[in-house]
């Protein structure tokens, strides 16, 4: 229908442009500002900017992010930060020491443009912050003489602290406070500087920074009586910390997300960690508790320690680049977690690919499928799947398994099979697991994702997890 007067979207108030604009993507609303003087009025109400997420990879999306927060970082309700390979770096050694120290630079200049669009805001309700693993697991970035460096005298560090301490103390309704893997954000003082208000209010907490000692402390944790979902580090997750949370005057926890580093056990053990008695009380408190664990190279021995059979695993993920898992550990998580476990990750890099059911009567992956009666999510790559296993674990599952990631390289063929059977095997499969799911499947032909960037997989996974039992502001 054609408007009166036949001016177009010029007539339009701005109360509908605006509303209008809500429904477009944040670099869509950039683009439509540029339509006219009055369309870029309409761009500037804070009701279109309530929310942002910023994925930053490259100069030009830097350059947008910039403008967004500091025009809107003092009224924004919700804020999703992630700095994923900043300035073209992927990888540890792969521009040499110029291009690392470059995409430190970069990283620390982004940070604390963000954080001084945020220094003023008093309404923020949900802060959540991913930074870069590959700078990370650079040793030459850890090393204190190569950020001496890049940073002179840790100017830019200690403003960046001061910031986030400051946004902290500003705060007085945030319910979700999440900082993964931010190079020289927090500190063990960073939690004290959050105001009452907003430790009353909190609701989601999660601080992986791989640090010694652990970020979290009891001190701070007794502030945040109203915490539903907690995710850190496992071995900060000690006897203490489980007991607190398992206190009469808190509100019951529903969500727990941990990540073990195998790499880290030697200077963080286990030996403090929440024992099988301690978790025992903290399930009776929170009946409604669930559990997301992901362990980085974790050796079988450490695995049988950690995974306590009072643990409600819902979620667990385990990565490794020199590890095995064992046909023991599978055979252990089927048998305790059968009754909570929806999600299993099973990955390894590596040019060889175990085969789990050698010497079984039964393969382990495909006993779990049977047992665990709430499976969803399955994922595999590193370890041999044999053909008519992968057929086994579709008809076991049917339609409730969403998601049957397998990849190619995993997948392999009984001979002996073969020989009675007509046409391409892999056809052969196809067909088969498909009918089994119900839906058209396919092996899984890229598994680089997961593979390089595990701890972002964590951290994207987490927000999920932990978004069911948190009811923020607006979508995660």
């Given at each position: 229908?054609?408007?009166?007067?036949?001016?177009?979207?010029?007539?339009?108030?701005?109360?509908?442009?605006?509303?209008?604009?809500?429904?477009?993507?944040?670099?869509?609303?950039?683009?439509?500002?540029?339509?006219?003087?009055?369309?870029?009025?309409?761009?500037?109400?804070?009701?279109?900017?309530?929310?942002?997420?910023?994925?930053?990879?490259?100069?030009?999306?830097?350059?947008?992010?910039?403008?967004?927060?500091?025009?809107?970082?003092?009224?924004?309700?919700?804020?999703?930060?992630?700095?994923?390979?900043?300035?073209?770096?992927?990888?540890?050694?792969?521009?040499?020491?110029?291009?690392?120290?470059?995409?430190?630079?970069?990283?620390?200049?982004?940070?604390?443009?963000?954080?001084?669009?945020?220094?003023?805001?008093?309404?923020?309700?949900?802060?959540?912050?991913?930074?870069?693993?590959?700078?990370?697991?650079?040793?030459?970035?850890?090393?204190?003489?190569?950020?001496?460096?890049?940073?002179?005298?840790?100017?830019?560090?200690?403003?960046?602290?001061?910031?986030?301490?400051?946004?902290?103390?500003?705060?007085?309704?945030?319910?979700?406070?999440?900082?993964?893997?931010?190079?020289?954000?927090?500190?063990?003082?960073?939690?004290?500087?959050?105001?009452?208000?907003?430790?009353?209010?909190?609701?989601?907490?999660?601080?992986?920074?791989?640090?010694?000692?652990?970020?979290?402390?009891?001190?701070?944790?007794?502030?945040?009586?109203?915490?539903?979902?907690?995710?850190?580090?496992?071995?900060?997750?000690?006897?203490?910390?489980?007991?607190?949370?398992?206190?009469?005057?808190?509100?019951?926890?529903?969500?727990?997300?941990?990540?073990?580093?195998?790499?880290?056990?030697?200077?963080?053990?286990?030996?403090?960690?929440?024992?099988?008695?301690?978790?025992?009380?903290?399930?009776?408190?929170?009946?409604?508790?669930?559990?997301?664990?992901?362990?980085?190279?974790?050796?079988?021995?450490?695995?049988?320690?950690?995974?306590?059979?009072?643990?409600?695993?819902e979620r667990l993920h385990l990565d490794?680049?020199?590890?095995?898992?064992?046909?023991?550990?599978?055979?252990?998580?089927?048998?305790?977690?059968?009754?909570?476990?929806?999600?299993?990750?099973?990955?390894?890099?590596?040019?060889?690919?175990?085969?789990?059911?050698?010497?079984?009567?039964?393969?382990?992956?495909?006993?779990?499928?049977?047992?665990?009666?709430?499976?969803?999510?399955?994922?595999?790559?590193?370890?041999?799947?044999?053909?008519?296993?992968?057929?086994?674990?579709?008809?076991?599952?049917?339609?409730?398994?969403?998601?049957?990631?397998?990849?190619?390289?995993?997948?392999?063929?009984?001979?002996d099979q073969s020989m009675f059977m007509?046409?391409?095997?892999?056809?052969?499969?196809?067909?088969?697991?498909?009918?089994?799911?119900?839906?058209?499947?396919?092996?899984?032909?890229?598994?680089?994702?997961?593979?390089?960037?595990?701890?972002?997989?964590?951290?994207?996974?987490?927000?999920?997890?932990?978004?069911?039992?948190?009811?923020?502001?607006?979508?995660?």
């Amino acid at each position: 229908m054609a408007l009166c007067g036949g001016v177009g979207a010029l007539a339009l108030p701005s109360e509908l442009i605006v509303h209008i604009f809500s429904f477009l993507p944040e670099r869509d609303r950039l683009r439509a500002s540029s339509v006219c003087s009055r369309w870029r009025e309409c761009l500037f109400f804070p009701a279109l900017w309530t929310d942002l997420t910023l994925r930053l990879r490259g100069h030009d999306e830097a350059a947008r992010a910039d403008f967004l927060v500091r025009r809107f970082g003092s009224f924004v309700r919700e804020l999703q930060l992630e700095l994923v390979s900043v300035d073209g770096y992927r990888s540890p050694g792969a521009g040499g020491t110029e291009s690392v120290h470059g995409a430190v630079a970069a990283y620390l200049d982004r940070v604390l443009c963000v954080f001084g669009g945020l220094r003023n805001n008093r309404n923020l309700q949900k802060l959540s912050l991913y930074g870069d693993t590959c700078i990370l697991q650079d040793d030459s970035v850890l090393d204190g003489s190569s950020l001496s460096h890049i940073d002179q005298g840790g100017k830019k560090i200690k403003e960046i602290q001061q910031l986030f301490e400051e946004i902290l103390s500003n705060s007085r309704q945030l319910k979700w406070l999440s900082s993964s893997f931010m190079l020289g954000v927090v500190t063990t003082c960073s939690l004290s500087s959050l105001s009452n208000h907003s430790a009353q209010t909190l609701e989601h907490l999660s601080l992986l920074d791989n640090q010694l000692p652990s970020l979290v402390s009891l001190l701070e944790l007794e502030r945040m009586p109203h915490l539903r979902s907690l995710s850190l580090d496992f071995c900060d997750f000690t006897s203490d910390m489980c007991r607190l949370l398992a206190s009469p005057d808190r509100v019951p926890l529903h969500r727990l997300s941990l990540l073990l580093n195998g790499a880290a056990l030697e200077a963080k053990p286990l030996d403090g960690t929440a024992t099988e008695d301690d978790l025992k009380v903290l399930v009776r408190r929170s009946a409604g508790l669930r559990v997301y664990l992901m362990a980085l190279d974790v050796s079988s021995q450490d695995l049988l320690r950690v995974l306590k059979p009072s643990l409600p695993l819902e979620r667990l993920h385990l990565d490794s680049y020199s590890t095995l898992v064992t046909d023991g550990v599978l055979e252990l998580i089927s048998l305790q977690y059968h009754k909570t476990l929806t999600h299993f990750v099973l990955m390894r890099d590596d040019t060889t690919f175990p085969d789990l059911s050698i010497n079984r009567n039964e393969d382990p992956l495909v006993l779990l499928s049977w047992r665990c009666v709430h499976l969803t999510v399955l994922i595999i790559h590193g370890y041999t799947v044999w053909s008519h296993n992968l057929v086994a674990i579709s008809r076991l599952r049917g339609s409730n398994l969403r998601v049957l990631a397998v990849s190619e390289e995993s997948i392999d063929f009984d001979p002996d099979q073969s020989m009675f059977m007509e046409g391409d095997p892999v056809h052969n499969l196809v067909k088969e697991v498909s009918l089994g799911l119900g839906r058209v499947w396919h092996p899984s032909m890229d598994s680089t994702a997961a593979l390089n960037e595990p701890t972002h997989y964590f951290h994207r996974e987490m927000l999920i997890f932990s978004s069911a039992c948190v009811d923020p502001p607006g979508p995660v």
